[in-house]
């Protein structure tokens, strides 16, 4: 669903199980309320009760890799901890990254004093 930026990124994340929950980038005309792909998929797993993740997958049609944006390490690091985060796109794997590795400094609970 990116009619705007014409900017495919799909994401797979895989809980503890095994399942595979997937997303897309969902756009609309003020980009400003744009989901991306991982938040997408790891919004529907919460949802569907799914607690524990093993890793996530985010792929774009680049040459390059395409890591998660800002918002998305934050919202990976507060819902699957340091997951391994592979890119890849339409033809191979890019890069895997821990999340510590994209966010070493991360704002969490554990600075609320939770």
Known sequence: MCDFSHFKVGAALETDTGEIISGCNIENATYGLTVCA???????????????????????????????????????????GDIPVVIANLSEITATLRMNELLPLPFDKRLLGG
């Open 38 to 80: 991982e938040r997408v998929a790891i919004f529907k797993a919460l949802s569907e009760g799914r607690r524990s993740f093993r890793r996530i997958a985010v792929v774009a049609d680049t040459s390059a890799p395409t890591p998660p944006c800002g918002a998305c390490r934050q919202i990976i690091w507060e819902f699957c």
